[in-house]
């Protein structure tokens, strides 16, 4: 019998990286001289808004926050910074108990560094909860995280941004959203068409629901 498979993103589905973003935006703003507001970089994006337009939000000249926007994105991935994660409460028992049930677990993420992925998985203890892990360009994450899910046809997919909502539907699985990482319930609600599209809380609730949805 075929193994049911849960794929997940990982930031902002399994971990917290609120604190990583801010702070590599507030150190980037320090040395261009501007105080960037914790909660307001980091409400601007759970609205949607990309870093660039965040940072010419603050006032910042197109061409600084560019270059601001740029240096944000290098530095996002440094191991400093991604030590700055913390995995939402109770996510490593729940994992353990999909798999327990017989699960098969996907971990599809964004990221440029696939090393330093593999590293932070290690270091949160959830390597040896996953079966398969794809990396993709997070210049094509919409269409490559499609192709991912195309290719390996999860039960559920569960993920917290627009770019995960849009694969899923792209790839016709099955999608639940997380309003607890980078993106609102009122930003995903206004792109959520139909039943194969379920917004939770959070993704132990995500979970939950992924394995009543397999009964």
């Known amino acids: 019998m075929k193994r049911p498979r849960l794929i997940l993103d990982f930031d902002g589905t399994l971990t917290d990286c609120r604190r990583r973003q801010v702070v590599v935006a ?21 609205t949607g808004y990309s870093t660039l337009r965040i940072f010419s939000a603050f006032g910042i ?16 991935e440094g191991l400093p910074w991604l030590a700055y994660d913390r995995l939402w409460d109770g996510i490593r028992d729940d994992l353990l108990m999909v798999k ?3 699960w098969e ?3 599809l993420s964004a990221r440029r ?5 593999r590293w932070q998985l290690e270091t949160l203890g959830l390597s040896g909860l996953l079966d398969r892990t794809i990396v993709v360009d997070p210049g ?27 694969a899923a539907k792209m790839a016709g699985v099955q999608f639940i959203g997380v309003v607890c990482g980078q993106r609102s319930r009122e930003f995903l609600a206004r792109l959520v068409e139909d039943e194969s ?19």
């Open 100 to 102: 327990l049930r017989g």
């Open 26 to 46: 507030r150190v980037i703003g320090r040395a261009f001289g501007i105080d960037i507001d914790p909660d307001r970089f980091w409400g601007m994006k759970r």
């Open 61 to 76: 000249p197109d061409g600084d926050a560019k270059s601001m926007s740029d240096l944000w994105v290098l530095q996002i």
């Open 140 to 166: 094509q994450a919409v269409a490559k995280k499609a192709e991912a899910l195309k290719k390996w046809i999860p039960n559920v997919y569960i993920g917290d941004s627009e770019a995960d909502l849009m």
């Open 197 to 215: 599209q379920v917004l939770k809380e959070n993704t132990r609730a995500a979970i939950f629901e992924a394995l009543c949805m397999a009964g």
């Open 113 to 117: 560094s696939v090393c330093r992925l």
């Open 105 to 107: 677990i996907v971990l």
